[in-house]
């Protein structure tokens, strides 16, 4: 306790000198947590503009089917297995599908489509799938003939708001599968594959076309964006009958975006090693100058009889202590930033936005407010801050009072 007294008041004896340490440890703090955040920020968002609108962040589907993607390998709706799954307070959506695929006619022009059966009401809740309509209006109630497409999709049949679109394909036990309908509403959807390949329609339109009443190829389930996908898996394992149904994550079912975030995430590590780097030096120089500035206070205190390692013990208290006073600071300073550009993400305008549009992503730059975030990048610069401490208790230990008085 007495150390911790002393190395306490030392510290302020020179205000200015420790306030100079305690800025390069909380702008180290401040930057990290800072680049972190809009590093997962953008990956998350990514990960849910692209599930939320085909598989979920987990799917359940009759099991076999993922191997052999049919109609033929769908299952009955239940209710009750539904309200077994929102039992879960994890589980923050669940949107009935049913998917197949069709040929798409309009004039002179076909192409081959992903049509997706969905629940209006559930889609428009859970993620909000009426806002990406650009053009035209969502689906009406009591309307059967309705569909929604891809804006890409569009592009490539040069259909518009209120066109008829030829759908043919194959039904339920080999059934012939083909109607008109109405394009009521164009969507812009944050993946450019989805844009360019899908087509959404009612459920209840999509089961009546395909003779499949009542029946669904997936249930797709939405979690919170920092929820731990293996973990949720496993609790919906346990609610399930496992031998007569198959729980996927959208890893499994995506592993070439998963591929792509993790390669991507390389070079952030390489960027914010970087940042580490010149945070250690920023952090080294303050310290160098600390301990050169009192270098004439430790030969004296050797002098009159103090130990060394005793005085190199106290120094290194000082500089932790500096370091834990920096580190809260950036803590709270990041938390303020990433909760303000949480609930005010930074969005684009002019041909930026164009830019980000065009290539079918929202001109936006989300945080990520995920409480790892603050604990990891404080521990690893309160560790490289500590670690540095180091210099000045050894420069004591070999430090010769006679020298260090007379310089």
Not at 320 to 329: A, E, F, N, R, V
Not at 371 to 400: D, N
């Amino acid at each position: 306790m007495m150390f911790l007294k002393l190395a306490w008041l030392n510290i302020w004896r020179n205000g200015r000198r420790t306030m100079i340490t305690v800025a390069s440890v909380f702008f180290a703090v401040l930057l990290a947590i800072t680049f972190r955040s809009v590093t997962d920020g953008v990956y998350e968002n990514m990960i849910h503009n692209v599930v939320s609108y085909s598989s979920g962040y987990l799917q359940i589907h009759k099991k076999g089917y993922w191997d052999e993607q049919s109609i033929e390998n769908s299952f009955e709706a239940d209710e009750e297995f539904s309200k077994r799954l929102l039992d879960n307070p994890r589980v923050t959506g669940l949107m009935p599908r049913l998917e197949t695929f069709a040929l798409s006619s309009f004039a002179d022009k076909t192409k081959g489509v992903m049509v997706l059966g969905i629940d209006p009401t559930s889609e428009e809740k859970v993620n909000q799938l009426n806002e990406k309509v650009v053009e035209g209006i969502y689906f009406e109630s009591n309307s059967a003939d309705q569909i929604l497409i891809g804006s890409g999709l569009a592009e490539q049949l040069n259909a518009k708001v209120n066109d008829t679109l030829v759908l043919i394909g194959q039904g339920y036990h080999a059934s012939s599968a083909a109607g008109k309908f109405n394009i009521v509403g164009i969507l812009k959807l944050g993946s450019p594959e989805l844009n360019s390949n899908v087509i959404y329609m009612p459920l209840k339109t999509s089961q009546y076309l395909h003779g499949a009443e009542n029946r669904l190829t997936s249930l797709s389930i939405m979690l919170g964006k920092t929820s731990d996908l293996e973990s949720s898996k496993e609790a919906i394992e346990n609610v399930i009958d496992t031998e007569a149904y198959e729980v996927m994550t959208w890893k499994q079912m995506m592993p070439e975006m998963d591929q792509f975030i993790e390669a991507d995430s390389s070079g952030h590590y390489i960027v914010i090693g970087i940042l580490y780097i010149i945070i250690s030096f920023g952090l080294f120089g303050t310290l160098l100058m600390m301990t050169f500035e009192r270098n004439r206070e430790f030969g004296i205190l050797i002098a009159i009889g103090m130990k060394k390692h005793l005085l190199a013990y106290v120094i290194q208290l000082e500089s932790i202590m500096i370091s834990l006073m920096g580190c809260l600071m950036g803590v709270l300073g990041g938390i303020l930033i990433v909760h303000l550009l949480t609930e005010y993400p930074v969005q684009f305008s002019g041909s930026l936005r164009e830019v980000y549009e065009d290539y079918g992503f929202e001109p936006i730059i989300y945080f990520s407010g995920n409480i790892r975030i603050f604990i990891y990048q404080t521990l690893i610069v309160l560790v490289l801050a500590t670690l540095l401490s180091l210099y000045p208790g050894f420069k004591v230990l070999r430090l010769r009072p006679v020298d260090a008085i007379n310089s």
